[in-house]
Structure formats: structure tokens, C-alpha cells
């Protein structure tokens, strides 16, 4: 009896990587890559004519990057099954991909035996993802849901608790430096503190991140 391959998109702006990917999907039997782009504004025009079953989506992106992109690809192509492809696993962004509509969630030092996992089971119905992003997750449904913070706020309290500085927190969430300083009086406000120490030890405590 003939199985169709699974179709597979690849969206990647490091041209060796997707290279590497569509090289070791095409060596192995029951996948095709039916095209590959390096930004989500080449790939959107030739998107249904490839009739992709899976699309692994670089988040980093010249343009539109991968996350906003989930849901237009989504429009086009209400059955596709997505999966994020990242080297930093940074929290918001993962469930902001999650949110939008990604169906797993890779690191690309992922090995092959992984990825070609991650397609099948996302075919299936599941929703891959590396245990380190497993935790992120887990830990999440462990947070306390009478935070007096903003969803905003949360995220910006998390990048804190990574070590990152306001201006990194701007440019990673596409917020301006000024807006970020802005939301941290507001949780300092808050949570009754006057340092990122006493704010990180609050949120600690009570599990608001």
C-alpha cells in the first residue's frame, strides 16, 4: 500500500542550516521538502502550490519573523502543522509561538532522530517539544494565578529573572527602552520593592513567574 511522504516546507534565513535540513530530510524515506525560503515573504506566495504538511519555521527572521507569521500561514493553510525552530528558548516566546498557533517547538542543536520525531508526532496530533521547554511549560500551570501583574509585566519580570537589561528586554520584545522602564516602575509599584534583587525574591516567593 503507498504512503504519500509528508510534505515538508523548511523557512530559514542561515542558508548552511537550511541546507542541512533539507539534505537530511530528503536522505530519509517517507519525507519530501517541497520548498525552501529564507524570510516568510519569499515563501508566502508559493506556499499552497507546495502543499506543505508540516513547515519548520525559524523564529529569527529577516522581515516578518516567525512568530507573527503563525498566524497568516495559518490562513493559508488552515491544516498545516507548525514547528519552531529557535537557539535561544526564551519563555514569552514560546508561548506567544504556542498561542499563535505553532504546533511544537525545537531548538535547532535538536538531533536528527529528534526532528524527524517532531514531524511525525505533530502529524499525529502531538506537540513537540525539547524537555527543557517541557519544564517552561509545566512550570507555567504552577504559577500563581492571582498575580498582581499584567501579562506584560510578567514577561518583563521573567527577562529580569534571566539577567537580561532593559534595553535587551526592548529589543527582544520590539517595545521601545523607554516603555520598558515604564512597566518596571509599575511592578515595582506592584510588588511594594525598590530593586530588581526584591522584586526577583517577591516573584519567587509567590510563583508569579
Given amino acids: 500500500m503507498y504512503v504519500p511522504p509528508i510534505n515538508i516546507v523548511i523557512i530559514?534565513?542561515?542558508?548552511?542550516l537550511l541546507q542541512t535540513y533539507k539534505s537530511l530530510i530528503e536522505g530519509e524515506n517517507g519525507f519530501s521538502v517541497t520548498g525552501t525560503y529564507t524570510s516568510v515573504e519569499s515563501?508566502?506566495?508559493?506556499?499552497?502550490?507546495?502543499?506543505?504538511?508540516?513547515?519548520?519555521?525559524?523564529?529569527?527572521?529577516?522581515?516578518?519573523n516567525g512568530i507573527d507569521a503563525i498566524p497568516m500561514i495559518k490562513r493559508l493553510l488552515p491544516k498545516v502543522q507548525i514547528i519552531m525552530l529557535t537557539v535561544f528558548e526564551f519563555e514569552q516566546q514560546i508561548f506567544?509561538?504556542?498561542q499563535n498557533g505553532a504546533s511544537g517547538y525545537l531548538t535547532k542543536d535538536s538531533s536528527s532522530g529528534k526532528i524527524f520525531d517532531a514531524i511525525k508526532e505533530v502529524r499525529?496530533?502531538?506537540?513537540p517539544m525539547s524537555m527543557k521547554i517541557a519544564r517552561m511549560v509545566i512550570k507555567s500551570f504552577e504559577r500563581n494565578t492571582h498575580s498582581p501583574l499584567s501579562k506584560r509585566e510578567t514577561e518583563i519580570l521573567s527577562l529580569i529573572m534571566d539577567g537580561k537589561k532593559r534595553n535587551q528586554?526592548?529589543?527582544?520584545?520590539?517595545?521601545e527602552s523607554a516603555t520598558v522602564k515604564t512597566h518596571i516602575k509599575n511592578i515595582y509599584s506592584k510588588l511594594d520593592v525598590n530593586s530588581r534583587s526584591e522584586a526577583?525574591?517577591?516573584?519567587?516567593k509567590n510563583k508569579l513567574v
Fill in 200 to 204: 526577583i525574591n517577591i516573584a519567587r
Fill in 43 to 64: 515563501a508566502e506566495k508559493h506556499l499552497i502550490t507546495n502543499m506543505p504538511d508540516v513547515i519548520l519555521l525559524d523564529i529569527q527572521l529577516p522581515g516578518i
Fill in 96 to 98: 506567544q509561538a504556542l
Fill in 12 to 16: 530559514e534565513d542561515d542558508q548552511i
Fill in 124 to 127: 499525529e496530533g502531538g506537540g
Fill in 169 to 175: 528586554i526592548a529589543e527582544e520584545l520590539f517595545i
